[in-house]
């Protein structure tokens, strides 16, 4: 038997829209990830990235091509994977608690035995004491690690998660960054991560993405040398620095090809 | 030079000495205009008056009756509606055709003036406590269906998608998602709905009835018994100012549960 990829995308292509105006999302998209690893995807607004996960998430067919997990295809199969957003989209009348062992109950696991199941994960990330609060009674960082505690509740091995921490500051950013690449090494997470920035990428990533767009495409395929966990510092090597130039150029290539006066 | 103003805090206390405050001086002063002669008291009757009146008749155990059956097919009624109608309203959320066929039919329901029909009830359901019920039925079931869809589409389409993600099933987006995301807009109508309720069941009553507040007042219209008219409108505004302050409260507790924040 053939040695089989963890997650296998295969000539993906998906045309939104009939006729002259159809645009394409996707055209042929296709690349492997192994298990456990952390994939980031880059690439400039509108290439396709939200549209690949949809896919992936079992939420849109594609028109052509397959998404498998271990060899088992995904297409609209909800449910297969950890889904979070941009947004944290915690329900608004559920306490923290509630909100973090929606997956579990919806699956029919009684909420105390859900609930000692997810305190380990809301211990790491500083939520047990916020567990009984509403959402708006959280600031934004702390809204958005109740988002990953709920995703990691799913008990996904895969997760995907679309710019999680694209609507933080700095500050906030860097302590979840961190939080994320330890509680993904601990459990063997194999992550798909959107972002739009560099430096998040390359802190955070075994591999990188980059995507152009019109039509959404693989343009390359980093697989960076650095061991993790890494820091800010290790992102200051002469390698991350050449791969994060590199990177830049790409990324500015493709933004000029669609807009020369960018 | 800009000069900072520092609002003051109000006082619950100065504000409520204020409200009754007023209260207790239009009765002083309509008892006063009444004494002296400043307003006909055949007309306009006298707190005292009506005071009298309204003893007489809660000793007789009439006006009690009279409030037990106004008050019942209101809150029936309310009940009955307000339910019925928001279930009729978050199931739309299963069928967008059904909902757009429906639309135009719940415009149309809604424009109608639903206490023109009241004779047409009596006739059909009898002089009553049915017809009654129906009314203040009518009145609150097309409002709610309304105010149900309204807060369903209101559902936020990111939390379906996770929902979806999550591997939620249809029944279960419905009653986790856009049940509780369609609360406060249902709770919101119920203030009106108790109001339009009183007013389905008092009219019921006005066009054919052997009891209530409204056949109370109508009876004594009919036979210039203008104090017992008097008696008949002040005790309808306590009765619809005690089931406004229930719909508060149950407004309060339901707002507890749904809503985004908890109350203070």
């Known amino acids: 038997m053939p040695n089989q990829a963890y997650l296998r995308v295969a000539g993906l292509s998906k045309r939104f829209g009939s006729g002259e105006n159809a645009v394409a999302a996707i055209e042929n998209l296709s690349f492997t990830l192994d298990e456990g690893r952390f994939l980031s995807i880059l690439g400039p607004s509108g290439c396709g990235k939200s549209t690949l996960f949809n896919i992936i998430a079992g939420l849109m067919a594609p028109d052509s091509g397959d998404v498998t997990l271990n060899g088992e295809s995904m297409l609209l199969r909800p449910g297969m994977t950890g889904y979070m957003l941009q947004k944290d989209l915690l329900l608004p009348w559920r306490t923290v608690a509630d909100n973090i062992i929606l997956s579990q109950t919806l699956h029919g696991v009684r909420r105390s035995k859900a609930l000692d199941a997810a305190l380990p994960d809301a211990r790491a990330c500083g939520l047990e004491t916020m567990l009984r609060r509403r959402p708006d009674e959280l600031s934004g960082g702390q809204r958005q690690r109740a988002a ?60 990188v993405l980059i995507m152009g767009s019109q039509p959404g495409r693989i343009i390359a395929h980093y697989h960076l040398p650095q061991e993790k966990p890494r820091t800010l510092k290790t992102l200051a090597l002469p390698r991350l620095i050449e791969i994060k130039g590199e990177i830049m150029q790409l990324l500015d290539q493709e933004v000029k090809r669609h807009d020369p006066h960018a | 030079m800009t000069r900072m103003h520092k609002a003051r805090p109000l006082s619950m206390l100065m504000i409520n000495a204020w409200r009754w405050g007023i209260l207790l001086a239009l009765i002083l002063l309509w008892e006063a205009g009444s004494r002296m002669g400043l307003i006909d008291p055949f007309f306009f009757s006298s707190p005292r008056q009506i005071w009298d009146t309204a003893v007489i008749k809660w000793q007789s155990g009439q006006l009690w009756r009279d409030i037990a059956y106004t008050a019942s097919s209101t809150i029936l009624g309310f009940l009955l509606g307000t339910s019925i109608g ?70 936020d389409p990111a939390l379906s998608t996770l ?49 209530g507040l409204g056949r109370m007042i109508v009876y004594a219209g009919t036979t210039f018994d203008l104090k017992l008219v008097w008696v008949g409108v002040v005790v309808l505004s306590i009765v619809s100012v005690l089931m406004y302050a229930g719909v508060v409260l149950l407004e309060r507790l339901l707002m507890h549960r749904w809503s985004a924040r908890k109350p203070e």
Not at chain 1, 156 to 176: M, N, S, Y
Not at chain 1, 181 to 205: G, N, Q, R, Y
Not at chain 2, 167 to 194: D, E, H, W, Y
Not at chain 2, 201 to 210: K, L, N, P, Y
Request: glycine letters at 6%; one cysteine or more.
């Open chain 2, 163 to 211: 929902m979806i993600s999550l591997g939620a099933k249809r029944r279960q987006i419905f009653t986790r998602l856009v049940v509780p995301s369609a609360m406060p807009s249902i709770i919101t109508g119920l203030r009106v709905n108790i109001a339009l309720a009183m007013a389905g069941s008092i009219v019921g009553e006005f066009i054919a009835s052997d009891r």
């Open chain 2, 86 to 155: 928001s279930i009729l309203g978050l199931l739309l959320w299963f069928s967008r055709r059904t909902a757009l066929v429906a639309e135009p039919w719940m415009i149309v329901l809604n424009a109608l003036p639903k206490l023109a029909l009241a004779p047409v009830l009596v006739i059909w359901f009898g002089i009553g406590f049915s017809s009654k019920v129906v009314l203040a039925f009518l009145m609150t079931v097309i409002v709610s269906i309304m105010s149900a869809y309204s807060g369903v589409q209101t559902v």
């Open chain 1, 148 to 207: 990953l505690v709920r995703t990691l509740q799913t008990g996904k091995p895969l997760l995907l998660l679309d710019e999680p921490f694209g609507a933080l500051d700095a500050i906030t950013r860097l302590h979840l960054q961190e939080l994320l690449t330890d509680v993904c090494m601990k459990k063997d997470k194999t992550v798909l991560f959107i972002t739009h920035d560099v430096d998040e990428a390359l802190l955070l990533s075994d591999e």
